[in-house]
């Protein structure tokens, strides 16, 4: 079964102190590692996929990367309009739908 | 195109009363998915859709879930005889691939009283 992983559970950072997140991951063969962004009471909102180890993916502030067992969404400089939960979730080559870990809760103080 | 649409936004009901809720996907998709979340958990697969053809189902969905997208547009899911536990957000997402990122919805809070 996929099991997604993610830490810390929450984060605190003050404006401008460069962090990263960690997402762990178990799958029979991965097709595709997603991250997203969610705000209180809103749906997640896609920010980046990445489908094999190696792969970086960058924005703004951002920058994804993954290896054959983890992906870290790693925050340069973050502001406090970055605070969200910020979802890890993969897909697996048996079809199966994203499988989504718990998430870490983001807040940057001014 | 105006992303994915879900209606209502908030929905307060009794115990054991019926709730159906629906989800207007991104026309260009022939993927749809239905997740549910509680507060402080990532969101937990319920069903999901082929054009109009339900592919596969969570342990999750009890019998008193149901969900149907005819004619391969929009969807809807019910709950039947609604529990405590059903309190949660209900999200809707659509793809157009299965290593395609989904397009989520804002999802439908439901609250049981």
């Known amino acids: 079964e996929d099991q997604v992983t993610q830490s810390p559970e929450a984060l605190r950072l003050q404006e401008g102190e460069s962090s990263s997140l960690n997402c762990s991951y178990t799958?029979?063969?991965?097709?595709?590692l997603f991250w997203y962004r969610q705000d209180p009471g809103k749906g997640p909102e896609f920010l980046f996929t990445?489908?094999?180890a190696g792969e970086e993916k960058e924005k703004e502030r951002l920058k994804a990367t993954l290896t054959k067992k983890e992906s870290f969404l790693h925050i340069t400089a973050p502001k406090p309009e970055d605070s969200a939960t910020y979802l890890c979730?993969?897909?697996?080559?048996?079809?199966?739908?994203?499988?989504f870990g718990k998430g870490t809760r983001l807040s940057v103080i001014a | 195109d105006t992303g994915v649409s879900q209606d209502p936004r908030h929905k307060i009901t009794k115990r054991g009363q019926n709730v159906t809720f629906r989800c207007d996907p991104i026309?260009?998709?022939?993927?749809l998915y239905w997740y549910r979340q509680t507060l402080g958990q990532g969101p937990e697969f319920l069903t999901y859709?082929?054009?109009?053809?339900?592919?596969?189902k969570s342990r999750l969905l009890s019998d008193r879930f149901s969900a149907e997208r005819p004619k391969g547009s929009f969807s809807t899911l019910e709950i039947q005889r609604t529990e405590q536990g059903d309190s949660a957000m209900y999200l809707c997402?659509?793809?157009?691939?299965?290593?395609?990122?989904?397009?989520f919805g804002s999802g439908t809070r439901l609250t049981i009283v």
């Open positions: 997402a659509s793809s157009s691939g299965q290593a395609h990122g989904y397009t």
């Open positions: 799958v029979s063969g991965l097709r595709g």
């Open positions: 990445l489908y094999s």
């Open positions: 979730a993969v897909v697996s080559s048996g079809n199966t739908p994203l499988v």
């Open positions: 026309s260009e998709h022939n993927r």
């Open positions: 859709f082929q054009n109009e053809a339900q592919l596969e």
